[in-house]
C-alpha cells in the first residue's frame, strides 16, 4: 500500500501546536446564532414590540471555560443597525470581535449578519454582553460567565451554585424614540420607568405581582451570585433581607473576599457575591435601587425578587432589606474603598505616559435658545466631553477599519493629554468653560508604554459619578479622592501593593480616580462613561496602540465578513 504524503515542516507544526493544546486545556469551540428581532414583550401592564435576542429578554446566557473559544453569528432581523459589544473579553489582537459601533466595525444593517469570533485567553469570571448601538442596549443584552479551566479551583470555598443577576432599567416605551427625542431637543432623556433583575421589575410595580423572579435556596447551602449592572443611566445600590454578601470578584477580577450588608454596582461592571442561606426559612426580598450621585431627575422606585427556602409557604409575607438613601455617597464610596485585589500581575511601577483627563458634563449655546431644539437649561443643549473634547462618532467608516486601510479624514491623533485650559475642576466654573469642542480624536500609545489616567470629574452643570469602562483591557485603580487631585501629594498615598484590577470605574462626585495599565494589546480601543445618556452627548474618547515586534505583538487582520458601512 502507497504510503501517505509527508506534510511540510509548517503543517507538522501546527497540527503538532493544537493537538497539545486540546490535551492540554481541553478547550472547545461554541458555535451560536444570535438573532436580534422584535417580539411582543409586557411588562407594567402593556406589551410592546420589544427587540430581543433569540426571542428572549434578557438574552441567552453564555457559558464557557478559560481557553474556549467562540464563534456568534449575529443575525440582524430588526429595523434598526446593530452591533454586539462582549464586555470585559480582552480581544487580544482582534478588536475586529469587541463590537462598539463605527469604532471596530461599522454596524450590522437590517437584513445582514456578522460572526464574532472570540479567543478566550486567560479571563475567568462575570462577564456580559450587550448592543453597542444607540440605545439598543436597553433590552439587547445577556450574561457570559467564563469558567476556569477543567482542574482549576476558585480562590474560595466551591459555592453549590451559580445564579445570574441582571440588573436593567425599562421604559414603557420605544426606548429608541426616547433617544430620539432627546436628540431633537437637546434635554436629558425620560427617565425609566422601572429597574428589573433578570428583565422582572417585581411586585412592588403595577401588574408585576405574579412574574416577580423568585429563586428558591435549601437552608444551609451557600451560592454565588453574579451580579450585572446592565442598566443604561443608573448606578444601583443592592441588598437582600437579612443576608450577608462576600464579595468575591468584581469586574472577572478576584478579590480579598469581604462581607457586607450592600453593595454599590455600577452601569457596565459586574460583581460576583456569596450568599448562605443560614437564615430562618422564610421569604426574603432581593433589592435594588437608585444611588443617584448627581443633582439630576432620576428613577426613584425599586426593582425586586424573592429569595425563598424551599417549602415556604407562598402567602409568607417577604421581609425588605435595608437599602441606603439615593444620595448617600459615603455608603457607596465605603464600598468601593474595602476592594482589594488578590494580584497585582501586571500592574506597572514606572509610568511612561501620565495622562489627566477631565470628565463631566457641559451645554452647547444654540444660536436660537428658544428653538425646540434648545431645551436643556437656559436654551441650551446637553453635551458631555473628556479634556474638552465631546466625541464625535464618525459615520462613513469605523475608526479602526480606517486606521487599518489607510483611510484618511475620518479621525484625528491629536487628543489632548492634558485639559486644554488648567481650572479649578470642581469649584465654581466659570461658564465660558462649560461649553466642549465637538470632534473624532484619539491618543496614541506605544505598544507596551505603561500608562497611567487620572480621571477628574467637574463639577460643570453637576458632579456625578461616571462610570468609564476602557474597551480591550483590564486596569488597576490605585487612587481615588475628593476634589481635584493634587500631582504633587496624592501620588504618595497611592496603593500599589493590592489595588483593585476592573474593566469599569466610577469617578468619584466631585473627585478623581486613578488608573493604570501596560499598553499590550494593539488597535484601537473605546473609553467612555457607560452612562448612556452621557455617552451620547459625547463622554468619550479612544486610544490607539500601535502594534509592537512581530506577529504576535500585531493586530490580526480583518475577517472577510466585516460589515461595511
Request: proline letters at 8%; glycine letters at 8%; a positive charge.
Given at each position: 500500500m502507497a504510503s501517505l504524503p509527508q506534510a511540510p515542516p509548517r503543517f507538522l507544526a501546527i497540527l503538532t501546536c493544537f493537538t497539545l493544546l486540546a490535551s492540554f486545556a481541553s478547550a472547545e469551540l461554541h458555535v451560536r446564532e444570535f438573532v436580534i428581532e422584535a417580539r411582543p414583550v409586557k411588562r407594567l401592564c402593556r406589551t410592546h414590540q420589544t427587540i430581543t435576542v433569540n426571542g428572549q429578554f434578557p438574552g441567552p446566557t453564555l457559558e464557557v471555560r478559560n481557553g474556549d473559544s467562540l464563534a456568534i453569528t449575529v443575525i440582524n432581523k430588526a429595523r434598526y443597525n446593530i452591533s454586539i459589544h462582549w464586555h470585559g473579553i480582552r480581544q487580544l489582537r482582534n478588536p475586529w470581535a469587541d463590537g462598539p459601533e463605527y469604532i471596530t466595525q461599522c454596524p450590522i444593517q437590517p437584513g445582514q449578519s456578522?460572526?464574532?469570533?472570540?479567543?478566550?485567553?486567560?479571563?475567568?469570571?462575570?462577564?456580559?454582553?450587550?448592543?453597542?448601538?444607540?440605545?439598543?442596549?436597553?433590552?439587547?443584552?445577556?450574561?457570559?460567565?467564563?469558567?476556569?479551566r477543567l482542574g482549576s479551583p476558585y480562590p474560595f470555598p466551591m459555592p453549590k451554585r451559580d445564579i445570574p443577576i441582571l440588573l436593567g432599567e425599562w421604559w414603557d416605551r420605544n426606548p429608541m424614540d426616547v433617544l430620539r427625542l432627546a436628540q431633537f431637543t437637546g434635554a436629558a432623556p425620560n427617565v425609566s420607568d422601572a429597574y428589573t433583575i433578570n428583565g422582572q421589575p417585581g411586585d412592588l410595580y403595577r401588574c408585576s405581582r405574579q412574574e416577580t423572579v423568585r429563586f428558591p435556596v435549601f437552608p444551609g447551602e451557600t451560592i454565588q451570585l453574579r451580579l450585572i449592572n446592565a442598566a443604561m443611566n443608573q448606578e444601583l445600590f443592592f441588598a437582600i433581607a437579612n443576608h450577608p454578601l462576600t464579595v468575591v470578584e468584581v469586574d472577572?477580577?478576584?478579590?480579598?473576599?469581604?462581607?457586607?450588608s450592600v453593595v454599590m454596582i455600577a452601569p457596565g461592571q459586574t460583581m460576583n457575591v456569596l450568599l448562605t442561606a443560614d437564615q430562618?426559612?422564610?421569604?426574603?426580598?432581593?433589592?435594588?435601587?437608585?444611588?443617584?450621585?448627581?443633582?439630576?431627575?432620576?428613577?426613584?422606585?425599586?426593582?425586586?425578587?424573592?429569595?425563598?427556602?424551599?417549602?415556604?409557604?407562598?402567602?409568607?409575607?417577604?421581609?425588605?432589606?435595608?437599602?441606603?438613601?439615593?444620595?448617600?455617597?459615603?455608603?457607596?464610596?465605603?464600598?468601593?474603598?474595602?476592594?482589594?485585589?488578590?494580584?497585582?500581575?501586571?500592574?506597572?511601577?514606572?509610568?511612561?505616559e501620565n495622562l489627566f483627563f477631565t470628565v463631566g458634563l457641559g451645554l452647547i449655546n444654540c444660536t436660537n435658545p428658544n428653538s425646540p431644539r434648545c431645551q436643556g437649561p437656559n436654551g441650551t443643549r446637553f453635551a458631555a466631553s473628556m479634556n474638552n473634547v465631546s466625541f464625535v462618532l464618525p459615520r462613513r467608516n469605523s475608526l479602526m477599519q480606517a486606521y487599518y486601510q489607510g483611510t484618511p479624514g475620518v479621525f484625528t491623533v491629536d487628543f489632548p493629554p492634558v485639559p486644554p485650559v488648567k481650572f479649578d475642576y470642581t469649584g465654581n466654573v466659570s461658564?465660558?468653560?462649560?461649553?466642549?469642542?465637538?470632534?473624532?480624536?484619539?491618543?496614541?500609545?506605544?505598544?507596551?508604554?505603561?500608562?497611567?489616567?487620572?480621571?477628574?470629574?467637574?463639577?460643570?452643570?453637576?458632579?456625578?459619578?461616571?462610570?468609564?469602562?476602557?474597551?480591550?483591557?483590564?486596569?488597576?485603580?490605585?487612587?481615588?479622592?475628593f476634589g481635584n487631585f493634587d500631582p504633587k501629594r496624592d501620588p504618595a498615598n497611592f496603593n500599589l501593593v493590592d489595588p483593585p484590577e476592573r474593566n469599569t470605574i466610577g469617578t468619584p462626585p466631585g473627585g478623581w480616580v486613578a488608573i493604570?495599565?501596560?499598553?499590550?494589546?494593539?488597535?484601537?480601543?473605546?473609553?467612555?462613561?457607560?452612562?448612556?445618556?452621557?455617552?451620547?452627548?459625547?463622554?468619550?474618547?479612544?486610544?490607539?496602540?500601535?502594534?509592537?515586534?512581530?506577529?504576535?505583538?500585531?493586530?490580526?487582520?480583518?475577517?472577510?465578513?466585516?460589515?461595511?458601512?
Open positions: 456578522y460572526t464574532y469570533r472570540i479567543m478566550i485567553e486567560g479571563q475567568e469570571g462575570t462577564f456580559w454582553w450587550h448592543a453597542h448601538s444607540r440605545w439598543l442596549r436597553a433590552t439587547v443584552y445577556g450574561a457570559l460567565i467564563i469558567y476556569p472577572s477580577a478576584y478579590t480579598k473576599p469581604f462581607t457586607t430562618r426559612p422564610g421569604r426574603y426580598y432581593i433589592a435594588a435601587r437608585a444611588y443617584n450621585s448627581a443633582n439630576a431627575p432620576f428613577d426613584n422606585t425599586t426593582t425586586t425578587a424573592i429569595l425563598e427556602y424551599v417549602n415556604t409557604p407562598r402567602r409568607t409575607a417577604p421581609t425588605f432589606p435595608r437599602l441606603p438613601g439615593f444620595n448617600d455617597t459615603a455608603t457607596a464610596t465605603a464600598f468601593t474603598n474595602r476592594l482589594r485585589s488578590m494580584r497585582r500581575e501586571g500592574l506597572p511601577l514606572e509610568i511612561d461658564r465660558g468653560l462649560w461649553q466642549p469642542r465637538r470632534g473624532t480624536k484619539v491618543y496614541k500609545l506605544r505598544y507596551k508604554a505603561r500608562v497611567q489616567i487620572v480621571l477628574q470629574d467637574t463639577s460643570i452643570v453637576t458632579p456625578e459619578n461616571h462610570p468609564m469602562h476602557l474597551h480591550g483591557y483590564q486596569f488597576y485603580v490605585v487612587g481615588s479622592g493604570r495599565f501596560i499598553a499590550d494589546n494593539p488597535g484601537i480601543w473605546f473609553m467612555h462613561c457607560h452612562i448612556d445618556s452621557h455617552l451620547g452627548w459625547g463622554l468619550a474618547m479612544a486610544f490607539l496602540v500601535k502594534n509592537g515586534k512581530g506577529e504576535l505583538q500585531t493586530v490580526q487582520p480583518p475577517p472577510l465578513d466585516l460589515p461595511r458601512c
